[in-house]
């Protein structure tokens, strides 16, 4: 087959497991669950994959709530893979704040419907869920696991304000820091006590010092957690939570390294003690293929749907599969230009039925590109080339 003959039995296909892939979208975002809790979602998703006759693997690696599912042309070897990925995971108070439930309904809509092209496409797709991605986990321990080894293409659309074909997502790395000091009246004999809460103030004051010297698209992020709660005696404990951006993994090292420093230099200087954990290894940013780019873009167009220049899209662990195999992870306008991710804002349009009917664009995004990339050797060729 050719191109348009292909998007002819998708198009079929999107039409016969569209209505089935909105409802999951509707149910999700009726029910959302947060990162290390995606029971139900992953069972609801999973139910829905095995109805369509897929088979399916639960709990990747021992990671709870993912799974894998495919169904193959039976007696026959493709040649290649690609993974179809799937986020379910909604936010702490704010629901699908970060439009995962249309996401998921986009993955799992475009999988089933590429589903019946593997044989012609000498490529097996691969419905993957990964869980956790809001606490930035799920996808890097598949990573360790080697489940991205066997790709030759990932693929996923995330819900935005913007429609852009390669978001600009920044390497990150999370750290809490426990201030200890000592107690005493704050008034009767101050000179005794060792202010935590200093340690962790004078730790903001040198990240903010150190931003002039930054490379340019580094960031820190930074919330006081604790820091006392009686005006008249000197805290004993104080605590910092801080978040780390970079355009590159090698300079979110290099900056985590810096904050160290920060923070050790606050604890000396206050007397105090500072115990740093880092909540998570620093997650990679999401490298940029030129190729699968163009392809993308001309998939936009054939929806006709206008793009936004390339900007900053904050931080995923989509990133860690980028370092593994080619990936793309293209943003679909869901929302009014400007309304932020992870507002009450945006989860109300991620539940709306403007939101809703961007379902099935987001499926030919990516179904259009995957016949892209593997419509023959040449156009893999290219993805792979900007990959090295």
Not at 280 to 304: I, Q, T, W, Y
Request: glycine letters at 8%.
């Amino acid at each position: 087959m050719n191109y348009e003959e292909r998007k002819a039995v998708f198009e079929r296909a999107l039409t016969e497991y569209g209505p089935r892939c909105r409802d999951l979208a509707v149910w999700l975002g009726e029910h959302p669950e947060i990162s290390r809790q995606e029971k139900e979602s992953s069972a609801r998703i999973v139910s829905l994959l095995r109805d369509a006759g897929f088979s399916v693997e639960t709990d990747l690696a021992g990671l709870p709530y993912s799974f894998w599912a495919v169904k193959l042309p039976e007696g026959k070897n493709l040649k290649h893979k690609m993974a179809v990925l799937t986020e379910y995971d909604a936010l702490p108070g704010l629901g699908h704040a970060c439009g995962h439930n249309l996401s998921c309904a986009v993955s799992v809509l475009s999988g089933l419907a590429l589903n019946g092209l593997q044989e012609d496409l000498d490529t097996e797709i691969h419905i993957v869920g990964t869980p956790r991605e809001e606490v930035i986990e799920g996808k890097v321990a598949l990573e360790k696991a080697g489940v991205w080894n066997a790709y030759d293409f990932a693929m996923m659309v995330h819900m935005d304000a913007d429609n852009m074909t390669s978001p600009i997502a920044l390497a990150t790395s999370q750290l809490s820091v426990v201030y200890t000091g000592r107690s005493s009246h704050a008034s009767g004999a101050p000179w005794l006590g060792r202010n935590a809460l200093n340690g962790a103030r004078l730790t903001l004051d040198a990240i903010d010092m150190l931003r002039q010297h930054m490379k340019p698209g580094c960031q820190v992020h930074g919330a006081l957690v604790e820091g006392g709660v009686v005006v008249n005696i000197i805290p004993d404990r104080a605590k910092l939570n801080l978040q780390l951006r970079a355009y590159t993994y090698d300079d979110v090292l290099e900056l985590q390294d810096r904050v160290f420093r920060c923070i050790e230099g606050a604890a000396m200087a206050t007397e105090t003690e500072a115990e740093i954990t880092v909540l998570h290894e620093p997650v990679k940013d999401l490298k940029f293929n030129a190729a699968a780019d163009r392809m993308a873009a001309e998939s936009f167009a054939e929806c006709g749907l206008a793009l936004s220049p390339r900007r900053i899209f904050a931080s995923t662990d989509a990133g860690n599969v980028s370092y593994v195999c080619p990936t793309l992870q293209p943003l679909l306008k869901v929302a009014p230009a400007g309304t932020g991710l992870h507002t009450a804002a945006f989860e109300q349009c991620a539940r709306s039925e403007e939101g809703l009917d961007s379902i099935a664009n987001g499926a030919r995004i990516l179904g259009y590109t995957a016949l892209k990339v593997f419509d023959n050797e040449d156009s893999l060729a290219a993805v792979r080339r900007e990959f090295r």
